[in-house]
């Protein structure tokens, strides 16, 4: 063995334990979120809520996507005038995404800088983006 190898197995070995001590320092902490009781439980719950939001808006936005497109073509047949539906979905997309982000930064300001900004950001995202999935749901889904 080398006089460097030892300082690199050193070295690795003290990279990969800060990077481990690392991730289990910024590891999400168990929360039962029907009895939150603390504001950092209630702030986690509120986060994982729009997490889940946020998947269900990808999913329907997915499907909104290939009924836009499908649409399309449909149109096309008739008229190449009418294209355009999946044009149109996306700059409602960007646009809606702009309007969320900054209503909810504004609802964060009822609390700003306390540590219930982060609840009331996670839970105004969490709303306007199920509303948002219904909207995109009731786009490619046919009304009973």
């Known amino acids: ?4 190898q030892p300082r690199i197995l050193l070295a ?15 590891a999400e902490p168990e929360v039962d979120c029907q009895n939150a009781v603390t504001q950092m439980e209630m702030n986690i719950c509120a986060g994982r809520d729009y997490a ?3 998947e269900a808006l990808n999913a329907a ?6 009924a836009a497109q499908k649409m399309d073509v449909e149109y096309k047949a008739i008229d190449e005038a009418y294209v355009g539906a999946l044009d149109a979905l996306k700059r409602a997309q960007r646009a809606w995404i702009g309007y969320r ?4 930064d504004l609802a964060g300001f009822e609390a700003r800088g306390g540590s219930m900004e982060p609840m ?5 995202l969490a709303d306007l983006t199920r509303k948002r999935t219904a ?8 009304a009973n």
Do not use: I, R
């Open 61 to 66: 936005y997915k499907k909104a996507v290939a």
């Open 12 to 26: 690795a070995t003290a990279f990969f334990a800060s990077a481990t001590f690392t991730a289990a320092e910024n």
């Open 1 to 4: 063995m080398t006089f460097l």
């Open 135 to 142: 909207e995109l749901k009731s786009f490619y889904e046919p």
């Open 120 to 124: 009331l950001v996670s839970g105004c």
């Open 101 to 104: 982000d900054g209503q909810c």
């Open 52 to 54: 889940d939001a946020d």
